[in-house]
Each structure stands twice: as structure tokens, then as C-alpha cells.
């Protein structure tokens, strides 16, 4: 049929990708009836040419890829960031072991999502530079610091002032228009800021502008 044709020529084209099962047909084969669809997957899938992550994905096979593919997908080419225990394992934060991947990416068509052992987080940032990044780093370890597990406080602290030596009013804004963060963290942010690293700033004004919300 033509509908299997054109998705298997679509896998092809396309080696070692994520195959989201929902943003693929939204953004590519809403012409397909759904459960014709879901049956080619199917099929494709018992031809070698998928293979189920998750009821949510595929990986498009490639022989060549690694177990990987789905981090490398979803934070690639500034895509997205690494959050959670694997990021406070890799900055020395903390030494305790989580079961799962926490990201944040742009690629998602749903807010949240769970593949295999990656949870992924929507946040509609057009490009994760370093300077978002480093903002971002910051604001996680303000926000989660008093829950992180076996957490090296004094790491915690300097990688805080660290990640905000660049800080931006203006990505700050970008970011906050994004995802939401606490109140407190907000003011925790300003205060280190003006405080401690002598910076002009303006971030928590910001936030109530973008928020609309009233400090109770």
C-alpha cells in the first residue's frame, strides 16, 4: 500500500531518530487513518526497520546507533539539557543514583512524556545555548537544593554563582515565559545576584510582569 511505502521510505531516510509516535503523525501523516498507522508501525517494526522504546516511540533502526539515542535526540543541536540526579551526578552535586534521565526539551508536542528511562520535560526554548544553559543550571540548583539527595552543599553553592557569572535579564525572561518556577526561587536568584556577585538585576519584577501572579 501506499501509506506503508511512504512511512518505510520516511524510516529509511531517516536512521537512528526517535520516532515520537504522536508528533510524527501530527506533523507529518494525519492523512493516514490512525489505526491504519499504528498498524504500519507495526509492521515496520516486525520488518527490523523500528524498534519499540516505549508505547510512545520508536527508534528508527540503525546498526550503528547505541543504547543513546533517544538522550542524543532529544539535547542535540540545542535541543535540550540534562536535569535532575544525572546532572547533579556530572556537576559533583551528589553522588545518589537515580533510575531515571530527567531532560528538558524542545522537541516535545505534549508537555510531559516517559521513554523507557528518560522523562522528558517540554520547554520551548528555540535554542539551548550556553547562556541559557548556565541560567537554567542555576535556577535547578536554587529551586531543588533543599531536596537533592546526599547533596554536597558547598558544590551546590559555588556551581550557583558560577553558572550565574553571565546572567542576562533578558534570557531570564525568555526562560521564565517557558517554565515556571517558584516564587521563592526567583527571590533566592535576585538575592545572590545583587548580594553576593555585586550584579544589577531585575528578576523578580520580571517574573511578576510575566507571572501575573500575587505573592500571598
Same mark, same amino acid.
Given at each position: ?42 509492521r515496520l517494526a ?14 528508527v533502526s540503525n546498526t550503528k546507533s ?22 547533579? @551526578? ?61 547533596? @554536597? ?64
Amino acid at each position: 500500500m501506499v501509506y506503508t511505502k511512504l512511512l518505510r521510505e520516511y524510516c529509511l531516510q531517516n536512521k537512528g531518530i526517535v520516532f515520537d509516535i504522536s508528533k510524527e503523525y501530527k506533523e507529518h501523516f494525519s492523512m493516514i487513518p490512525y489505526k491504519t498507522y499504528t498498524k504500519i508501525l507495526g509492521r515496520l517494526a516486525d520488518e527490523h526497520i523500528l524498534t519499540k522504546e516505549s508505547h510512545r516511540a520508536y527508534i528508527v533502526s540503525n546498526t550503528k546507533s547505541k543504547k543513546d539515542d533517544v538522550l542524543k535526540y532529544y539535547i542535540n543541536n540545542g535541543h535540550g539539557i540534562v536535569i535532575g540526579y544525572s546532572m547533579y @551526578n556530572s556537576l559533583g552535586v551528589s553522588e545518589h543514583k537515580d533510575e531515571f534521565i530527567e531532560i528538558y526539551t524542545n522537541l516535545l508536542a505534549n508537555r510531559q512524556k516517559t521513554i523507557g528511562k528518560y522523562r522528558l520535560y517540554s520547554f520551548n526554548i528555540e535554542n539551548f545555548t550556553e547562556q541559557y544553559k548556565n541560567i537554567i543550571y542555576a535556577l535547578e540548583l536554587i529551586e531543588k537544593g533543599p531536596y537533592i539527595k546526599d547533596c @554536597n552543599e558547598s558544590v551546590r553553592l559555588s556551581l550557583i554563582e558560577y553558572y550565574l557569572k553571565d546572567y542576562s535579564d533578558l534570557l531570564f525572561e525568555f526562560i521564565i515565559k517557558e517554565h515556571e518556577y517558584n516564587y521563592s526561587t526567583i527571590c533566592t536568584l535576585q538575592r545572590i545576584l545583587t548580594d553576593d556577585l555585586r550584579k544589577e538585576c531585575d528578576c523578580v519584577n520580571i517574573y511578576l510582569n510575566q507571572t501575573k501572579q500575587e505573592v500571598k
